[in-house]
């Protein structure tokens, strides 16, 4: 009987240590001693620190296997949301130099920051004129960009959007917001207001029908697209004038 309990002693002997979560781990110790132990089961051992911080691997092509576009090579929000300055700044230097050809890809863009702030500053210098026409401008412009939509859809024979049109007609009020600026300080009520008033009718018109014939592949008809703009850019110069 004592053979039995001896022999159970030795083939149970068991140990337990505190790992570093704080629990008890019980083991068995199957060689008769604390000597056998595993080295990773050695709460005291010395566990030299290398220095090196742990990261994950990750392959290269990890993006171009899925399809999908790495971070670096996303757009940015403003592009996403439909806002380029550098477009914009290129549609502006196609209104401001009427000789310069107009590049049909970048003008096709639904751009309507350009109009608006083009909308809003013309109604800003109207007001600083003693003019409160805000009503008229944007009444004006939303019947004009209909008008013109239906005009340059039965005229073309490409697919017109109603963005494009605004977005063009809208930039080409440029030279209308310089003439209610020079009207804040002087009078256009005079032959020199007059000369100035019918140039920017002709300048907002003529880069306006450019653009359209280059964009919709109209170039033989671009004093029947600069007619109806001239009746348009004459409302806004009257506004502007009166």
Known sequence: MGDFQQFEQDFYQTGCYIDDQGRAVAYYDTDGGQDGLPNILNPFMEQ??????????????????????????????????????????????TVLNPL??????IMNETDLTGPILFCIALGVTLM???????????????????GMYILLSLMSSLAVSYGCVASVLGY???????LSTFA??????GFLGTVLALLA??????????????TLAMQEQQMLVFYPCSLLY???????VF
């Open 172 to 178: 080409c009020l440029l030279p209308i917001v310089v």
């Open 128 to 146: 600083m004129a003693g003019k409160v026409h805000f009503g008229y401008v944007y009444g004006i412009s939303a019947i004009a960009c209909i």
């Open 48 to 93: 030299q620190y290398s220095g090196e911080i742990y990261q994950p691997t990750m392959q290269a092509t990890s993006f171009s296997s899925t399809g999908s576009e790495s971070p670096e090579e996303e757009p940015p929000l403003l592009v996403e949301l439909g806002i380029d300055f550098d477009h914009m700044w290129q549609k502006t230097l």
């Open 201 to 214: 009718i002709c300048w907002c018109s003529f880069s306006a029908s450019k653009i359209f014939i280059s």
């Open 234 to 240: 004459g409302l806004f110069t009257l506004l502007t």
């Open 100 to 105: 310069k050809p107009a590049d049909g890809s």
């Open 184 to 189: 804040v300080f002087f009078s256009l009520q």
